[in-house]
């Protein structure tokens, strides 16, 4: 499998698993961790190896534009996102973020003929593993694979902090969530691999704040989002927040 491969292949390439979820699998784990996955996942429901999901929202560029997207995370291979964004509300720009296999690459093109941004090599791959690691929220079976470890620091009356740990495509993920006491994601973060102030590229607080949630196929996930650089400090409302998206559709397989 290669960078080049389509959203329909990538998303053909799910392998389709057995196992199904029952919290009593989980009682080793920390109090919010089994609050966290009863919440996101009904008793009975197959555990995905992928989600293909549909979404509308803004992006940041220079100003706030908006897009219309399809993404396939398969677990196993990477993600790929296909979207379209219009400049000045008419002028479409078309391409795909994605990292396969280990290979993370971006491409943009204006009317979808000539090209806005391309970007690939060492540094593009890390940043793009940091959001798969983010993106895995979508995913929620991820979180019932062995390879996950859970600490949960600590919790008052309100909420809980919960910090799942994985390793994806080479990279370990350290994720920080927020959830209320319904096991509901509030936020999530993490140290994700980037130069958002066009500096050289360094390991950045990444996140963001989630405001609404659906169920599909028996997962519940956040749909109504908003996400950027220096999550948990005051630059991400000034400069850093640069998605605000929603999600229409989630199928999985």
């Not at 292949?9 to 784990?29: C, G, I, K």
């Not at 100003?63 to 479409?92: D, R, Y």
Request: glycine content about 8%; some cysteine; charged content about 25%.
């Amino acid at each position: 499998m290669t960078k080049q491969i389509s959203l329909d292949a990538l998303w053909d390439s799910a392998t389709s698993q057995d196992r199904v979820f029952h919290l009593d699998d989980f009682t080793h784990l920390p109090e919010a961790a089994r609050r966290y996955l009863e919440h996101a996942i009904a008793p009975g429901t197959k555990l995905a190896s992928a989600v293909r999901l549909k979404m509308h929202g803004e992006i940041k560029l220079k100003s706030w534009i908006p897009f219309k997207a399809e993404q396939v995370i398969c677990w196993e291979h990477g993600l790929i996102w296909s979207a379209t964004a219009w400049m000045n509300s008419f002028l479409p720009i078309v391409g795909s973020d994605r990292i396969i296999d280990g290979i993370g690459a971006m491409q943009w093109k204006l009317l979808g003929l000539f090209p806005v941004m391309t970007a690939s090599g060492s540094d593009i791959t890390r940043s793009a593993i940091g959001r798969l690691q983010s993106e895995s929220l979508w995913l929620p079976s991820v979180f019932c694979g062995d390879g996950v470890s859970w600490a949960s620091p600590d919790s008052s009356d309100l909420d809980s902090n919960l910090h799942p740990s994985f390793v994806v495509q080479g990279e370990r993920a350290e994720l920080d969530f927020t959830l209320d006491q319904t096991g509901c994601l509030k936020t999530c973060k993490l140290p994700r691999w980037g130069n958002p102030d066009d500096a050289e590229f360094r390991y950045v607080d990444f996140g963001g704040i989630l405001e609404e949630e659906g169920t599909f196929c028996g997962y519940t996930i956040p749909t109504r989002l908003r996400i950027g650089w220096y999550f948990g400090s005051d630059r991400f409302e000034s400069e850093g927040e640069f998605f605000r998206g929603t999600i229409d559709d989630a199928i999985y397989r």
